[in-house]
């Protein structure tokens, strides 16, 4: 196929995925507020919506064999999020104010569900028992999520526990309502998810095929492909709703969308298809990657834990991390 011809359906494919997710995003926020669900339930909808791109191309490199390429999109996006969501939301609204419970909290299930992932593609756990582990993580953080705070407090947990999860959901609800303006759905709306869905994968498909042809066309290893472009290009509708959301003063929000879109990444794009696919060799690069996704994570968390938050400051330090991690990879390629 003539360079050309690649180049425009790989741009294509990537408009048609960013804008069927925006518009995926967007129904998923109105079906929310039709159905009542929980603010911590939104956010994980939200975070579901923004993230089906690199998903959906992640889980189409996958099942095609390109296990380096699939990898590196989750891997990639995770640690784009951290910088874009986190630190560039940071530098643009001056600061990402969060309470500390819900920083732990949600921060605390998306380092976790990294460690197991990381332990599954490292070959120290099998599939079986990193889905129990993940399961026993992820089960009680959506249903604690989906509580009113009152609830909580009806729970059999030491009363410390229970005036933090309160706490933390009370924070995360009043930082929603700050910016309500999604209407209810309508059957449209409702309608619409199906078709909008298969535009994503159909998109995704075509951006995974046209990128391994370019990659092989400038002698670009499927690692960069996959962790530095389509995790990057992917990235843009979560970067997008981030941004707006800081700049509205919503910091829990923004923490809640980027730490659940990685929580969200590794569960859908790593977890599942390795459990049903298995789990090929993987490369060094990517093996990096991972230690870079896990070291970035922890630092973000003791970071924003001390100051209640990511500071301008912070934000650049947590962007210069990333740049370090692109000009690395680049100069091992």
Request: hydrophobic share 55%; aromatic share 6%.
């Amino acid at each position: 196929m003539p360079l050309g011809i690649t180049l425009t359906l790989f741009f294509l494919s990537l408009i048609l995925s960013i804008i069927s997710s925006l518009v995926l995003a967007r129904d998923l926020d109105k079906l929310s507020a039709r159905f009542h669900f929980s603010e911590g339930i939104v956010g994980i909808v939200a975070a579901l919506g923004a993230d089906t791109p690199e998903i959906a191309a992640a889980v189409t490199a996958l099942i095609a064999g390109q296990h380096d390429l699939g990898l590196g999109v989750v891997l990639g996006s995770n640690i784009f999020n951290l910088a874009a969501l986190l630190g560039l939301s940071a530098v643009i609204a001056g600061e990402v104010r969060v309470k500390r419970t819900g920083l732990l909290f949600n921060g605390g299930v998306a380092l976790l569900v990294t460690v197991v992932v990381a332990a599954l593609l490292f070959g120290f756990i099998s599939p079986l028992i990193s889905g129990i582990l993940l399961g026993v993580l992820f089960i009680p953080y959506v249903v604690l999520l989906a509580l009113h705070p009152l609830r909580v407090k009806q729970l059999a947990l030491p009363n410390s526990i229970k005036r933090s999860l309160s706490d933390m959901l009370t924070s995360v609800s009043q930082d929603a309502r700050k910016d309500q303006t999604a209407p209810k759905a309508s059957l449209n709306d409702l309608l619409a998810v199906v078709p909008t869905l298969v535009s994503i994968v159909v998109a995704s498909i075509g951006m995974v095929n046209t990128a391994i042809t370019l990659g092989a066309t400038w002698h670009l290893s499927h690692v960069i492909i996959g962790t530095l472009i389509l995790a990057t290009l992917t990235g843009i509708p979560n970067m997008i709703t981030a941004v707006r959301l800081a700049l509205h003063g919503r910091g829990a929000a923004v923490v809640s969308e980027s730490l659940n879109s990685n929580t969200l990444n590794a569960l859908s794009g790593i977890f599942l298809p390795v459990l049903i696919l298995g789990l090929g060799t993987i490369s060094g690069l990517t093996v990096f990657a991972l230690w870079w996704l896990l070291g970035m994570t922890v630092l973000v968390l003791v970071l924003a834990s001390f100051q209640g938050g990511i500071s301008r400051w912070n934000g650049i330090v947590v962007i210069g991390l990333y740049c370090i991690f692109v000009g690395f990879i680049v100069f091992q390629r």
